[in-house]
């Protein structure tokens, strides 16, 4: 029942492949590498996932105070522009989390949608509550909070019977329907799935000793200094290099697969749809910085803060974000400044990787429109690498949630159907 399988790996490669011994299922202390997957103890694992037993779920909107009128994981009104939260609305105000209960992760509008009671105050998220929060708060299109909510619910194991996801660690007696069926759904912290290295503000997995989904300032202050106060695709393409590059550098166990197209996708969202009307949709470090729970010390570095916070005053985008305006700006920024996709093999060897449209580590200047907005769905419905011989292949029962929930919207974009 597993939402994802993940092909098994020849250990005689480990020696070669060092991120190999990061795989489940691979004892890593035959290869004295460190860590693991998110197991036990370890940053994101069971034994150190936060608890809370007064689970509240998202606080539904109402009728005084509609946002959207997104409910139940349908369409809304797709009409933005409006002030969140609603002056008023007593019941979407910030809270901050309480860390030693509530589960927050490496994504900052989860985050953000969670200490505004959008999402469920502890973390543990259903599909529905996702697709909600997404067109309720950022006005992101019906079309785009659906593949998002099932790529984190599919490829990152949260639990399809359930329809509950971790926003953060490991919290599988909470999300699975069965643990012994399920095995362990790691939530969004999972590595090499939606998260992968090369963050713009969080570690990889592997040189960060497995804490992948903390803020960090330091890396804050490299985004700050890139892109000088002015969050735009230029100059987050630039950084993304930037990251790129340092990761290749730093990180033996390196990988750039598909799902970190992923990646410029979520960049994207830092002018796309975190900016506020009140400030003229500017990309800005005010903006920027509380959305990510930044706080800058006297002496310039940067902190985490009590919490992500909506900016006071903040005003959502007008139009929907949709599937084909975030394909558009992935392409986008990746070409301000291309990198090869593939991983690191070795000091100073990088293996590129064929899939898809990718080919020879590189993805083409001009992919045809089918291909561009079918994109993001392929990575939810193919089996996609997700390290350098390693698969990730969704499994039956996963393809038929995806077609269950994005049938139509599916034919519109004439994307090949799964095979279910
Ligand atoms: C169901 C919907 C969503 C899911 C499952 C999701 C999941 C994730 C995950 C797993 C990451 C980590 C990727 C990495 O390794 O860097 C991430 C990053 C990010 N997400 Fe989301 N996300 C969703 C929606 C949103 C929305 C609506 C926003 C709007 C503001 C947002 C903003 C971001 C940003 C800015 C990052 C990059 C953080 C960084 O690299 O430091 N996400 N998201
Ligand atoms: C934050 O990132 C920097 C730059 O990659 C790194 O040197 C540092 O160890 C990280 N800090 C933590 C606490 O992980
Ligand atoms: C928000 O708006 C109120 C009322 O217009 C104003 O008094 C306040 O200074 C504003 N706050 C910010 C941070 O812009």
């Not at 609603?86 to 989390?97: C, I």
């Not at 599919?154 to 329907?177: E, N, P």
């Not at 999972?190 to 989904?213: I, M, Q």
């Not at 992923?262 to 002018?271: N, V």
């Amino acid at each position: 029942m597993k939402n994802a399988v993940v092909s098994s790996l020849l250990v005689s490669g480990a020696a070669a492949f060092p991120w190999v011994a990061m795989q489940p299922g691979v004892d890593s202390s035959i290869l004295r590498l460190k860590p693991r997957q998110q197991v036990g103890e370890g940053p994101g694992g069971p034994d150190t996932c936060p608890f809370n037993a007064n689970h509240e779920g998202a606080r539904p909107v109402t009728d005084e105070y509609p946002y959207n009128n997104a409910k139940d994981g349908i369409p809304g009104n797709g009409k933005g522009g409006y002030q969140v939260p609603a002056p008023g609305d007593t019941a979407h105000q910030f809270e901050a989390p309480d860390y030693s209960k509530d589960i927050r992760g490496p994504c900052p509008g989860l985050n953000a949608a969670a200490n505004h009671h959008f999402l469920a105050h502890d973390g543990i998220v259903t599909f529905n509550e996702l697709v909600d929060a997404q067109q309720n708060v950022y006005n992101v299109g019906y079309d785009l909070a659906t593949l998002l909510a099932l790529l984190g619910l599919t490829l990152t194991d949260g639990d399809i019977v359930t329809q509950k996801l971790s926003i953060g660690c490991d919290a599988t007696s909470r999300t699975s329907f069965n643990p012994l069926l399920t095995g362990s759904e790691p939530g969004l912290d999972g590595h090499n799935k939606f998260e992968a290295d090369t963050s713009l503000t969080r570690n990889d997995f592997f040189t960060g000793d497995g804490d992948n989904f903390r803020f960090n300032g330091t890396l804050f202050g490299m985004m700050n200094d890139a892109c000088d106060g002015n969050f735009n695709r230029e100059n987050l393409g630039h950084y993304r290099a930037d990251r790129w590059r340092q990761s290749k550098m730093e990180n033996p166990n390196f990988y750039f697969g598909p799902l970190s197209l992923l990646l410029f996708g979520a960049a994207s969202f830092l002018y796309e749809l975190m900016p506020s009307g009140t400030r003229g949709y500017a990309p800005d470090l005010e903006t920027i910085s509380s959305f990510f729970n930044a706080v800058q010390q006297d002496d310039g570095t940067w902190v985490a803060g009590e919490g992500e916070k909506i900016p006071d005053n903040w005003t959502n985008r007008v139009e929907p974000y949709s599937n084909s305006d975030v394909t558009r700006e992935i392409l986008a920024m990746y070409l301000v400044e291309p990198v090869l996709f593939g991983g690191n093999t070795g000091p100073d060897s990088f293996d590129t990787l064929n899939f898809g449209n990718i080919q020879d580590g590189k993805l083409p200047v001009g992919l045809d429109a089918a291909d561009t907005s079918c994109l993001l769905y392929q990575l939810a419905t193919q089996s996609v690498p997700s390290y350098l011989n390693g698969v990730i292949t969704p499994t039956v029962e996963a393809l038929s949630f995806v077609a269950k929930q994005i049938g139509p919207e599916l034919d519109n974009l004439g994307c090949p159907r799964p095979l279910t």
